[in-house]
């Protein structure tokens, strides 16, 4: 492949992709406190809740690993753009369902499974998005900045939803409309470097396992990846939060968007730390404390009963999630070639994004059954025992010291 000019690197199209992203996220979580907060005033039940999860984590299950072969064969732009004005065609649904007070709660899970089949598209072609568009000795300032923007929006977006519901879920889904529409049109005409796919002869479900084998070979990427997988899969507080908004500190929709920001707050904090301040020795180690911290934060919130307290205790959880997140990207975007970006970030959203819907169910299930605050300190005590056994299973993340050593072998 020849070289690319530097000048194909336009500086707009950074901007313009962390806006569209800030945006659909935004919206995203907007329109998150919105459902919730509707299905569990129709059915009053942990369970219910579980299912906006497992909703959404079939179809994503099902489909982010196709749409990561899709989204190296395709230009990663329009595949995103199409995911997003599906997207926005079921905040469409939802707005119709409202407009006209449906009362069946299984009509608002069909939509749902809707909604995650666009996250399966929307999740590799966006992630593997950001490599084309700044270059490499940039790659890492970028991942910081598009983290800060990330989380400014999952701050900002629970917090607009609790207040915006105020007003009703229809004046809610409207503006979600317009927001994934704004995404869409703004991604469809980034620039940036566009990669011609290598011609192949293998099958579409040789080209996905290709994507798997290649995490499955790098002990590094593969370890952090499931780090964070198990760790939101039984640290899903977030799922139960409508719970503990109505019934346990008593505080209405409008905390409930105050509780569902606090963990954006703490990550925003702390990717705006990350951007001036990169993590440069001891990766591994940090990434292993930072989890640690996350369960500790949970099992702290799940015995509040004080809203201030459960806010810090949020706040704190995100901040420990950050640094994870930031590790684990840096990790992925740094070892994966172009021409297998979307496949292998598929296979890490697989892990990481799906299991924030599986986590769901798991957290709605179990506080079925225990009871809701012992579900949230079971998992934060179950996250403290795999960052210990994951120590153990993954020493070469463990020794991971600077990214350099990514490229010289000394973690293999």
């Not at 907060?37 to 809740?49: F, H, N, T, V």
């Not at 529409?181 to 040789?206: D, W, Y």
């Amino acid at each position: 492949m020849s070289e690319i000019p530097p000048a194909i690197y336009r500086r707009r199209d950074l901007h313009y992709f962390v806006s569209s992203r800030f945006v659909a996220t935004a919206v995203s979580q907007v329109q998150a406190v919105a459902i919730a907060w509707q299905i569990y005033d129709m059915e009053r039940s942990a369970l219910s809740l579980g299912l906006v999860g497992l909703c959404q984590f079939v179809p994503m299950f099902l489909l982010t690993l196709p749409a990561g072969d899709i989204t190296d064969r395709f230009n990663q732009r329009r595949v995103y753009a199409l995911a997003a004005g599906l997207q926005a065609a079921c905040s469409a649904l939802f707005l119709g369902l409202s407009l006209f007070h449906a009362q069946s709660v299984w009509m608002f899970y069909a939509v749902l499974v809707l909604f995650g089949a666009a996250r399966g598209f929307a999740g590799p072609s966006g992630q593997s998005l950001l490599p084309f568009l700044v270059p490499q000795e940039k790659l890492s300032h970028a991942i910081s900045v598009n983290s800060s923007a990330f989380t400014a929006a999952v701050i900002a977006g629970p917090a607009l939803g609790g207040f915006l519901y105020i007003y009703g879920p229809v004046t809610v889904y409207s503006i979600c409309i317009a927001g994934f529409a704004i995404a869409a049109m703004i991604v469809f005409n980034l620039g940036g470097r566009h990669v011609k796919p290598e011609q192949s002869l293998a099958t579409r479900l040789e080209r996905v396992a290709e994507g798997v084998r290649y995490v499955r070979s790098r002990p590094v990427i593969l370890g952090a990846i499931s780090l964070d997988l198990f760790a939101v899969l039984l640290g899903g507080a977030t799922a139960l939060l409508p719970i503990y908004a109505r019934d346990i500190l008593h505080v209405g929709p409008d905390g409930l968007g105050l509780l569902r920001s606090a963990p954006a707050a703490g990550a925003f904090i702390m990717a705006a730390y990350l951007t001036r301040f990169h993590i440069k020795r001891h990766v591994g180690v940090k990434m292993f404390a930072s989890v640690a911290v996350f369960g500790l934060a949970t099992i702290v919130f799940g015995f509040s009963t004080w809203f201030p307290l459960s806010l810090a205790a949020l706040f704190v959880l995100g901040a420990a999630d950050l640094v994870s997140v930031n590790v684990r990207s840096s990790l992925i975007q740094l070892s994966t070639p172009d021409a297998m970006r979307g496949r292998v970030s598929s296979v890490s959203i697989l892990f990481i994004g799906a299991s924030n819907e599986l986590g769901e169910f798991e957290s709605g299930t179990t506080a079925a059954l225990l009871g809701t605050v012992p579900a949230v300190v079971v998992g934060g005590i179950g996250t403290l025992l795999v960052v210990g056994l994951w120590m153990k299973l993954f020493p070469a993340l463990r020794r991971v010291d600077n990214y350099d050593d990514l490229s010289s072998g000394r973690t293999a």
